[in-house]
Protein backbone atom coordinates (compact mmCIF):
# COMPACT_ATOMS: atom_id res chain seq x y z
CA UNK A 1 0.00 0.00 0.00
CA UNK A 2 1.78 3.02 -1.29
CA UNK A 3 1.21 6.92 -2.38
CA UNK A 4 3.56 8.68 -4.26
CA UNK A 5 3.34 12.56 -5.22
CA UNK A 6 4.91 14.66 -7.86
CA UNK A 7 4.54 17.33 -9.67
CA UNK A 8 6.03 19.76 -7.52
CA UNK A 9 8.47 22.21 -9.04
CA UNK A 10 9.74 26.10 -8.47
CA UNK A 11 6.98 28.82 -10.09
CA UNK A 12 6.86 31.90 -10.06
CA UNK A 13 3.94 33.99 -8.38
CA UNK A 14 0.37 33.57 -10.52
CA UNK A 15 1.74 30.68 -12.26
CA UNK A 16 0.34 27.25 -12.42
CA UNK A 17 1.33 23.44 -11.40
CA UNK A 18 -0.75 20.09 -11.30
CA UNK A 19 0.63 17.51 -8.55
CA UNK A 20 -0.11 13.83 -9.32
CA UNK A 21 -0.90 11.40 -6.54
CA UNK A 22 -0.30 7.24 -7.85
CA UNK A 23 -1.93 4.56 -5.61
CA UNK A 24 -0.27 1.35 -5.56
CA UNK A 25 -1.59 -1.33 -3.30
CA UNK A 26 -5.63 -0.38 -3.44
CA UNK A 27 -7.57 1.79 -5.13
CA UNK A 28 -9.11 5.18 -4.75
CA UNK A 29 -12.67 3.84 -5.22
CA UNK A 30 -12.65 2.83 -1.80
CA UNK A 31 -10.94 5.81 0.03
CA UNK A 32 -11.50 9.50 0.55
CA UNK A 33 -8.85 11.26 -0.60
CA UNK A 34 -7.11 14.62 0.58
CA UNK A 35 -4.10 16.71 -0.37
CA UNK A 36 -2.36 18.33 2.53
CA UNK A 37 0.33 20.65 2.64
CA UNK A 38 3.21 21.77 5.60
CA UNK A 39 4.98 25.15 5.17
CA UNK A 40 8.56 25.85 6.78
CA UNK A 41 7.87 26.37 10.71
CA UNK A 42 3.80 25.35 10.19
CA UNK A 43 1.92 22.73 11.37
CA UNK A 44 0.58 20.57 8.16
CA UNK A 45 -3.05 21.70 7.02
CA UNK A 46 -5.57 20.31 4.80
CA UNK A 47 -6.19 21.82 1.52
CA UNK A 48 -8.53 19.59 -0.43
CA UNK A 49 -10.65 16.71 -0.24
CA UNK A 50 -12.80 14.62 -2.51
CA UNK A 51 -15.12 12.22 -1.22
CA UNK A 52 -16.07 8.67 -3.45
CA UNK A 53 -19.40 8.34 -0.73
CA UNK A 54 -20.71 11.23 -1.27
CA UNK A 55 -18.96 12.45 -4.80
CA UNK A 56 -18.45 16.05 -3.36
CA UNK A 57 -15.06 17.62 -3.15
CA UNK A 58 -13.98 20.36 -0.30
CA UNK A 59 -11.47 22.99 -0.31
CA UNK A 60 -9.65 25.38 2.62
CA UNK A 61 -10.29 28.41 2.45
CA UNK A 62 -7.21 29.82 1.42
CA UNK A 63 -7.35 27.72 -1.99
CA UNK A 64 -10.86 27.93 -3.30
CA UNK A 65 -11.04 29.10 -6.17
CA UNK A 66 -7.47 28.37 -7.08
CA UNK A 67 -6.73 25.05 -6.69
CA UNK A 68 -8.96 21.57 -8.27
CA UNK A 69 -9.15 18.22 -7.16
CA UNK A 70 -9.82 15.35 -8.89
CA UNK A 71 -9.66 11.66 -9.65
CA UNK A 72 -8.21 9.41 -13.05
CA UNK A 73 -10.16 6.44 -12.24
CA UNK A 74 -8.09 4.37 -14.80
CA UNK A 75 -4.77 5.54 -13.74
CA UNK A 76 -5.79 5.15 -10.13
CA UNK A 77 -4.18 8.77 -9.70
CA UNK A 78 -5.30 11.95 -7.94
CA UNK A 79 -4.72 15.37 -8.91
CA UNK A 80 -4.46 18.72 -7.56
CA UNK A 81 -4.71 21.33 -10.43
CA UNK A 82 -3.22 24.89 -9.06
CA UNK A 83 -3.77 28.10 -10.35
CA UNK A 84 -2.60 31.56 -9.65
CA UNK A 85 -0.13 30.47 -7.22
CA UNK A 86 0.88 33.07 -4.71
CA UNK A 87 4.58 32.66 -2.10
CA UNK A 88 2.29 31.45 0.58
CA UNK A 89 1.36 28.54 -1.19
CA UNK A 90 5.18 27.45 -0.92
CA UNK A 91 4.83 23.72 1.05
CA UNK A 92 5.73 20.34 0.67
CA UNK A 93 2.48 18.84 -0.06
CA UNK A 94 1.26 15.61 0.76
CA UNK A 95 -1.37 13.33 -0.14
CA UNK A 96 -3.70 10.50 1.86
CA UNK A 97 -6.30 8.35 2.19
CA UNK A 98 -8.77 7.86 4.66
CA UNK A 99 -11.80 5.95 5.03
CA UNK A 100 -14.51 7.67 3.89
CA UNK A 101 -17.42 6.49 5.92
CA UNK A 102 -15.43 7.90 8.58
CA UNK A 103 -14.49 11.02 7.14
CA UNK A 104 -18.10 11.91 5.67
CA UNK A 105 -20.07 11.11 8.86
CA UNK A 106 -17.53 13.12 11.32
CA UNK A 107 -16.84 15.22 8.60
CA UNK A 108 -13.41 15.54 8.91
CA UNK A 109 -12.89 16.48 5.20
CA UNK A 110 -9.41 18.32 6.06
CA UNK A 111 -8.15 16.63 9.21
CA UNK A 112 -4.92 15.62 8.80
CA UNK A 113 -5.98 12.80 11.88
CA UNK A 114 -9.16 11.09 9.37
CA UNK A 115 -6.56 9.81 7.45
CA UNK A 116 -4.54 6.51 7.39
CA UNK A 117 -2.25 6.34 4.06
CA UNK A 118 0.43 8.82 3.74
CA UNK A 119 2.81 9.63 0.59
CA UNK A 120 6.20 10.96 1.04
CA UNK A 121 5.39 14.58 -0.42
CA UNK A 122 6.36 17.13 -3.09
CA UNK A 123 7.82 20.10 -2.68
CA UNK A 124 5.99 22.78 -4.07
CA UNK A 125 7.74 26.71 -3.74
CA UNK A 126 6.24 29.83 -5.53
CA UNK A 127 8.90 32.69 -5.83
CA UNK A 128 7.21 36.44 -5.86
Known amino acids: VQLVESGGALVQSGGSLRLSCEASGFTFDDYAIGWFRQAPGKEREGVSC????????YYADSVEGRFTISLEVAKNTVYLQMNNLEPEDTAIYYCAAGDPWTIGTMKTYLDQSAYDIWGQGTQVTVSS
Open 50 to 57: FSQREDTT
